[in-house]
């Protein structure tokens, strides 16, 4: 097997000797690239993004960014990025290098002030600035507004990266300035070529291996070798258990890249979402075909985690709180579990067995979502947490439902945050379910509900509120559905 490395810059580097835990963060700062900034190690911050090839979605590549600080530069083995170091040209000898079109507006527009943030702000603004279909947004579908530029910049594309000092106005200033890349641009020259092959990697220091194989029926059968091993996609979870919980694993087996959890398809009667590919992924290629995912995606972290969370991490961490849950169990969701045996199909609503704990057997990968069509009408997530953007749930409710003739045919209600597992409102459902959709059958559920679910006080919410939220969820969502009717 071919040592394992990573093209940083247009640079080949080695990644020996870093630790199958390193993470390209780490790996940078000790290779002299000390642009890529440490903030929290968790996620949060944004200043140690990066920009990754990854395959495009309307080209070849698309410069994908990503927090460095939680992806182990194992598993970037064969893969290409870009660091604030390599946005800026080099110049003639002797001269200083020319700015990237993004770091000259955050320049000019005074976007950085201790400059921390900054590299981070400016790989996640290149990010944005790249996207293949931004200028086709520019001036179009309702134009300017708070969070989109007249150039097309989607501010979201900001929602993870923190700034403490300068404020956020000349940053947007820059954002909504930058202009489209030329054709004589090295980055946009290269998203026209493939982004690199996933490689197969078996990267050993000491006791600990990290490991990917080519196909899922090499991995499934290597996770039936090596049960203990940790299986990770995105890391975004992963990630902040190795930096922050000290974790170490003496084996972990990388599933993001296997062509077989990242397909997508739309049949006649169901959708089916590989577990693998991102959520970013998944919500440019549905682009907007299951309204509650669409709703549910810009209220999930920030645009970088996004790029490398997936469906499949977000289940099987099997978390109370976790966004999607809610989400698919309102669209009637299965799961499609693989082993090296073969197959099964588990209904989202038999998946989780109590705190963290599911169906799901040693060996056994996620390999899909399977959401059943025709989808219901009527759509909403409403997540419920102390910012409106990068945060974690205090209780989420998604809801789907069927009205026809102002009578509830049928309703499916999904419930995070209130309970050992993610759960479905069925007294709830059952009793909107053949009743009119009125405000007094609306409260009477809203009472049914708010005592949903077994919530409980902890620092993010105290049982009483979340209880409360649940119902005042219901009828937010009857007000909006006849606001829609009435206007
Ligand atoms: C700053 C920050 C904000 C966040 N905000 C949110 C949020 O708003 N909402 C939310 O729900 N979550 C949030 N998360 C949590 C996390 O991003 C999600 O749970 C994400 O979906 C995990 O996906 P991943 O691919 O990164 O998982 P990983 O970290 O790679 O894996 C997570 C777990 O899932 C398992 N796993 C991964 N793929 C598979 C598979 N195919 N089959 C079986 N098991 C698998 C792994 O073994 C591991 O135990 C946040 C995390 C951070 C760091
Ligand atoms: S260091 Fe804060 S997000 Fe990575
Ligand atoms: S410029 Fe100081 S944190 Fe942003």
């Known amino acids: 097997m071919v040592a394992a490395r990573i093209t940083v810059n247009g640079e080949e580097k080695q990644i020996s000797p870093a630790a199958p835990h390193t993470t390209v963060l780490e790996f940078l700062r000790d290779r002299g690239l000390t642009g890529t900034k440490e903030g929290c190690a968790e996620g949060e911050c944004g200043a140690c993004s990066v920009l990754v090839a990854r395959p495009g979605v309307n080209k070849p590549t698309d410069w994908v960014a990503v927090n460095a600080c939680l992806v182990p530069v194992a598993a970037l083995d064969g893969q290409e990025i870009i660091t604030s170091e390599g946005l800026a040209t080099a110049g003639e000898p002797g001269k200083p290098p020319t700015l990237h079109p993004v770091q000259e507006e955050m320049a000019l527009r005074g976007g950085s002030q201790c400059g921390y943030c900054t590299p981070g702000f400016v790989c996640s603004m290149a990010a944005e600035y790249y996207r293949p279909d931004r200028c086709a947004h520019a001036d179009t579908a309702g134009g300017t507004d708070a969070e989109h530029g007249p150039n097309g910049f989607d501010l979201h594309a900001l929602s993870g990266n923190l700034c403490r000092c300068t404020g956020y106005r000349p940053i947007r200033d820059a954002a909504f300035a930058v202009g489209t890349p030329t054709d004589e641009d090295p980055l946009a020259q290269r998203r026209e070529q493939a982004s690199p092959a996933p490689v197969a990697t078996e990267y050993t220091r000491d006791d600990s291996v990290f490991l990917r194989k080519g196909t899922l029926a090499e991995t499934l059968r290597l996770l039936r070798e090596r049960p203990d091993a940790v299986v990770v996609a995105g890391s975004t979870d992963w990630g902040v258990e190795v930096n922050i919980r000290s974790r170490r694993a003496d084996c972990v087996v990388a599933v993001d890249r296997l062509a077989e959890l990242r397909e997508l398809r739309v049949e006649s009667d169901h959708i089916e979402i590989g577990a693998a590919l991102t959520l970013t992924e998944i919500e440019r290629r549905l682009d907007g075909a299951v309204p509650l995912l669409a709703e549910l995606f810009p209220q999930f972290a920030s645009r970088l985690i996004r790029n490398g969370a997936t469906l499949g991490g977000n289940l099987g961490t099997g978390s109370p709180i976790g966004d999607s849950p809610p989400v698919l169990l309102a669209l009637e969701a299965s799961v499609l579990l693989a082993d090296a045996d073969g197959e099964r199909e588990v209904p989202l609503a038999e998946y989780f067995t ?28 409403h997540k419920i947490s102390k910012r409106r953007f990068d945060d974690i749930s205090s209780v989420a409710v998604a809801f789907a439902l069927d009205i026809g003739d102002g009578i509830v045919r049928k309703a499916r209600i999904g419930l995070g945050g209130v309970a050992a597992t993610p759960i479905r409102a069925l007294a ?18 809203a009472r049914i509900l708010q005592g949903e679910g077994t919530p409980m006080n902890d620092h993010r919410a105290s049982a009483a509120y979340r209880s409360a939220m649940l119902g005042q969820s219901l009828l937010k969502l009857y007000a909006q559905t006849t606001e829609a009717v009435s206007s």
Do not use: H
Not at 356 to 371: C, D, K, N, T
Not at 428 to 438: C, I, M, N, Y
């Open 354 to 381: 109590g705190y963290r704990q599911s169906v799901r057997r040693p060996g056994e990968l996620i390999r899909a979502v399977r959401i059943p069509l025709p989808l219901s009408p009527v759509a909403a997530f």
């Open 428 to 445: 709830t459902e059952a009793a909107l379910e053949g009743t009119p959709w009125t405000a007094e059958t609306v409260e009477a559920a």
